[in-house]
Structures are given as C-alpha cells and as structure tokens.
C-alpha cells in the first residue's frame, strides 16, 4: 500500500484520471494540481494549487505524459491555470522524490541533473511501448479505414521499422489479410520479420520497394520517407507517420505529389483514454509500491 504517500499530480489529460483512481485504492494521500475543472470529486484525493503544496512533504510527482514544455509548464485538459514546475520548487523537496513523466524534455533533463532528483521516462520502458502498441494499432487501422477507399485485406502495406509498435502493427495488418513488407535496418529485423512469414527488405532500399504501395506505415522516428523515396511511389498511396513528432516524412513534398500523408501522435490517449490511462497507472502503480518497500527496508 501506499499509505501516507503524499504524491502529487502536476496537470494532465484524462488518462490520470486512471491513475488517480489506481493510487487511491492503494490510499496514498494524493494532491491533484490542474484538476479544477475536472467534474468529478475524489475521496482521499485534494484538488489545490501549486502554491498549497509544501514540497517539503512531497514523496513523488506525476506529470503528464508530455512531460513540461521548454519553460518548464506542463499541460492540463481540466484547468486554464498554469501550472510550472520549477528549479526552487523542485530543490525543497526530499532528496528520494522522483519524477514520473512520460518522455524526457531537455528542460526536465536539465532540471533533473540540477537538482539531482530522478526522473523516470515511463515510455521508454518496453512493457509500457508494448502494451501501448495495442491502442496504438486499432487507432492506426480506425486510420487507415477512414483515409482509403480500398480494403486492408489484399492491399499492399508497407510498414517501416520493427520495434515495439512496428512488430504489433505487422501481425494486425497480416492477420487482416494485407500483402505486408517491412524496411528495417537491422538483419535479426528482417530475419524476424521473414519469421513472421511477411516480405523484407532493408531501409536503404525503400526507394525501390515503393513502386506498388497502397499504404504506408512509419514507426521510424527519422526522415525515411524522403522525396526520393516518395517520387516513386503512387500518387494514390496513403501514408500514416505514427513516428514521434516530427515523424519521418517529407510532407512538403507529399503534399506537392499529391500524396495523402498524415501524421498521428498520441492515439492511445485518442482511441482509447481509458484503457492508455490504465497502462501507465498500473506501471507506475507497480514502480511506486516497489520505490517504497525499498524505502521501508533500508
Ligand atoms: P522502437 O521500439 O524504438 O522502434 C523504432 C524502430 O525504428 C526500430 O525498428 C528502430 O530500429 C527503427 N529506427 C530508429 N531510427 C532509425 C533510423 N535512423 N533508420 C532506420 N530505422 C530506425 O519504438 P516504438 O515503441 O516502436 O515506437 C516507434 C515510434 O512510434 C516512436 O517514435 C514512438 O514515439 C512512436 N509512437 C507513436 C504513437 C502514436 O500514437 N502515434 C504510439 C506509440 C509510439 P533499430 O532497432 O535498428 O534502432
């Protein structure tokens, strides 16, 4: 349990909600900040403002999955007040308060060396990537069906890079009867995805394998699909970069070819709040309890 635990909600959309909810039943004392317009109350839970709270007393921060943009503010979907986390708000609290984000920014970064308090990037962590792979699969074929105007089965898919996200997205689209490639760079990718009985090929031919495509995938978090590459594909073909901002697409020239091209952060939050809030609250659910029996024992 995680009582006494006085941990603290900095802003956020509604996948804290899950969150929130999670870390009640484990009756930590838990302080919402960014949740004044949130229509709903939380026994055990305290909406307040920043300047209630004695950082003195704070075991644990939870940000939002963004993490804080380069000032340090941090997004909230239920409140109009900004809310910062600062060098000097940060620096009063006790030497073991970690930082749970989402991602990393170069101002947490710095802020973490600063003040020499931990952050944990639960996205970088492969269960949660994994398990988030799922939301991010059905918003990505809700995707594609809106956009076409053929059907998944028998068209001709590229998808590009097996990592955690790419893997899941080539067993949904062959299982949906799509004719799948995958460009990767790495041979153990190929040979897995040669495993997984669909074609390969590596990244540096992508201009090659471009030709016949009906709809392509970018999990690639670099520009793969440059003008070259798009110069040979059909102007008909569908491109979704799920890849982080700013995905790997020329989409100046994707535009100019006439190729619909789209990019799409944040589906696990868009197709399914719920379910993506549930993710990160019982990773950081599991990651707390563990921090403070560690805590306990020394
Ligand atoms: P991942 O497991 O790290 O996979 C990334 C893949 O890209 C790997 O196969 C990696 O190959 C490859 N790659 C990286 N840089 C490359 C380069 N310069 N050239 C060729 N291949 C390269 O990441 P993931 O969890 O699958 O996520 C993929 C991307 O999708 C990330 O940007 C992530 O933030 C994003 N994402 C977006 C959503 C959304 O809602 N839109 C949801 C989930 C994830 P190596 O292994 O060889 O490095």
Known sequence: MLTNRHIVLLGGDARQIEVIDKLNALDARLS???????????????????????PREVDSLILPVSGTNKDGFVETT???QPIQLTKDWLEETPEYCTIYSGISTPYLDKLSSDTN??????????DVAIFNSIPTVEGTIMMVIQHTDITIHHANV?????????????????????????????PEHLARAFEMGVEAFYIKDLEKQVHDTEICINTIPAMVLTSRVLSNMPASSFIMDVASLPGGTDFLYAKKRGIKAIITPGLPGLVA?????????????DLLLEKFAEESEQ
Do not use: C, W
């Not at 308090?117 to 492969?126: I, N, P, T």
């Open 158 to 186: 590229i998808i590009l890079g097996l990592g955690r996200t790419g893997m899941s997205l080539v067993r949904a689209f062959s299982a949906l009867g799509a004719h799948v490639k995958v460009g990767a760079r790495r």
């Open 117 to 126: 308090r931990a952050v944990v990037k639960l996205f970088e962590r492969d």
């Open 273 to 285: 709040p719920k379910t993506a809030g549930r993710i990160i609250a019982k990773v950081l659910a």
């Open 32 to 54: 919402l900040v960014g949740f004044d317009q949130l229509n709903r109350n939380f026994n055990g839970a305290m909406k307040v403002n920043m300047e209630e709270i004695r």
């Open 78 to 80: 239920f409140s109009n």
